[in-house]
């Protein structure tokens, strides 16, 4: 199938329309129109080969929402016309211990990433979202429930499960007590679902500018790090805190604000971070962990979540032909929260 995207050719180079071929139906594929692309900072990162291991060219996207407009002869749970999503990931081995317990996301032998990874059989290199069309595996195609407004829903497919997963795996529910570092495209989505699950929600901010937004995505209230008194007076107050900051960062001011078996969960950075002392973690018996994205069934019971709560992120629409823009514009966090594309405009 001879579909159109956007694609940087080098990591130096804007975005730019790119024809290429998607695969023709194996007979557990699902082929889609693809409505809606939400636009994720890892598209920058990956489009400039911040990280090191971009493939070019390279065809950004993974927050990816359309309607089904061909399946294949074993295909059972999706017809056409269906309104369906696809995530960070289209593929993984399905036999291993953890893709076997749905996290497939964990793949002992690693998943396969909906741009820049190598389809698990050709070896050739998948394209994501930033594009007219899309064929993926039944297996990792999810429904999107009817009381999800299809124009906002796509930034649930990464920003929404890489904060739902964490809040799930440490049982957060009624009476927890959850910190949110960061109030951008991750940060306000772990606002509004730690909010939905009934829990008292602070966001950590280092000035108090955004805590008429913090409040009103959710928040209880809004502790400002810069403040050694608050900081200080606040110690011990916080079961969990997810820190969702893209860049290098101190988590040390941060260790002693969770109580005794907390966790402070990085969902955002990916790399160094900087130096922190042991003493908070060795004291209070803290917790510095990690989360990615959840496994396939996780992800569904979070849209399924959202529907039910009436949670959405908050979108800015844009052009295909408005991306390179809207990178410049990411990059100076001036987004409330999430860019996400109108691929009506990709002809």
């Known amino acids: 199938m001879l579909t159109i995207g956007y694609a940087a050719q080098t990591a130096k180079s804007p975005l ?13 594929d699902v082929a889609m129109e693809i409505l809606y692309c939400g636009v994720c900072h890892s598209d920058l990162h990956q489009a400039r080969d911040d990280w090191g291991f971009s493939m070019y060219p390279i065809v950004p996207g993974h927050e990816i929402v359309g309607r089904v407009t061909e399946v ?80 906002k829903a796509a930034p649930l497919l990464c920003a929404g499960i890489t904060t739902y997963s964490p809040l799930r795996t440490w049982n957060v529910g009624p009476g927890s007590r959850v910190g949110v570092i960061g109030l951008g495209g991750l940060g306000h989505m772990a606002v509004k679902l730690a909010a939905g699950m009934g829990a008292k929600v602070t966001v950590l901010s280092r000035s108090s500018d955004k805590e008429a937004d913090a409040l009103e995505l959710g928040a209880d209230n809004l502790l400002v790090s810069s403040d050694k008194d608050a900081m200080k007076k606040a110690a011990s107050s916080f079961d969990l805190i997810i820190d969702t900051v893209p860049v290098r960062h101190d988590v040390s001011p941060y260790m002693p604000l969770l109580d005794i078996d907390g966790t402070l969960v990085i969902v955002g950075q990916i790399g160094p971070i900087d130096q922190t002392l042991t003493m908070p973690f060795v004291l209070g018996r803290r917790r510095l962990a990690g989360s990615p994205i959840g496994g396939i069934a996780e992800t569904q019971e979070m849209l399924d979540f959202c529907a039910r709560k009436n949670i959405l992120p908050d979108c800015e629409m844009i052009r295909m032909d408005e991306i390179n823009e809207a990178f410049e514009r990411m990059e100076r966090s001036d987004v409330r929260y999430r860019f996400v594309i109108d691929m009506a405009s990709l002809s």
């Open 72 to 151: 294949g002869s074993e295909v059972k749970r999706y017809k056409v016309g269906d309104a369906v999503a696809v995530g960070c990931m289209v593929d993984s081995c399905q036999e291993c211990d953890q893709c076997r317990k749905g996290e497939e996301q964990l793949c002992r032998k690693a998943n396969t990433q909906t741009y820049n990874g190598r389809d698990r059989i050709t070896k050739e290199p998948t394209f994501g979202g930033y594009s007219k069309h899309l064929v993926v595996r039944e297996e990792f195609v999810l429904r999107v429930p009817d009381a999800l407004d299809l124009a």
């Open 16 to 28: 730019a329309p790119f024809k290429f071929e998607r695969r023709a139906l194996r007979p557990n």
